[in-house]
């Protein structure tokens, strides 16, 4: 009497064959390379998302920092990012400001346009930032549009002047001037 492992199977069934093998490992390939293929997108999703979290936070902190000591912060657009300024009441200048707010490198793949509405601001010293964060909470109204040289895409930054920050995808109003 002869005992198989396998009660169901011919004696010609009992392993999968090279072809068989080769086929799954070929679709296995496919596959890995399309994961691989998708992953500067990722990258770059995730830069984006470094940003704006980042910006909006730090002009949070600006707000309640020039709130709290009845200091003055200023924002604009360096060569290749952006950072913020603090005004110095002994010198009457803008300063850059300490850490946090110290300047930031901008990804390589990400373009920043600051648009502000600098009509109404012209105190505070020379070199006046184009944003302000003033020490009663209002800001200089804004735009900064962060666009992505990847795929296109465009994340909008907004300050009305009173109210709190935030992000939108699609608000196109031509009321601002481009600054710097």
């Not at 730090?58 to 952006?82: C, H, I, N, Q, V």
């Not at 300047?103 to 793949?109: C, F, G, I, Q, V």
Request: aromatic share 12%.
């Amino acid at each position: 009497m002869r005992i198989s492992s396998c009660q169901n199977c011919k004696p010609g069934d009992q392993g999968f064959t090279l072809i068989e093998i080769l086929v799954v490992l070929f679709i296995v390939t496919i596959l890995a390379g399309l994961t691989v293929a998708s992953l500067p997108g990722f990258v770059q999703s995730a830069d984006v998302d470094t940003e704006t979290r980042r910006l909006e936070l730090l002009f949070d902190m600006a707000r309640t920092e020039a709130m709290m000591d009845s200091s003055e912060f200023g924002f604009r657009r360096t060569g290749k990012g952006y950072e913020f300024l603090r005004f110095d009441d002994g010198s009457q200048s803008w300063k850059k400001a300490p850490s946090p707010f110290h300047e930031r490198k901008l990804p390589e793949d990400l373009r920043m346009t600051l648009r502000a509405d600098t009509e109404g601001f012209r105190l505070l010293g020379e070199n006046l930032p184009p944003v302000l964060v003033l020490s009663s909470g209002e800001t200089t109204p804004f735009r900064i549009i962060l666009e992505s040289r990847y795929d296109g895409s465009e994340y909008t930054f907004i300050a009305d002047g009173y109210g709190q920050f935030r992000w939108d995808h699609e608000d196109n109003e031509e009321r601002f001037n481009e600054a710097d």
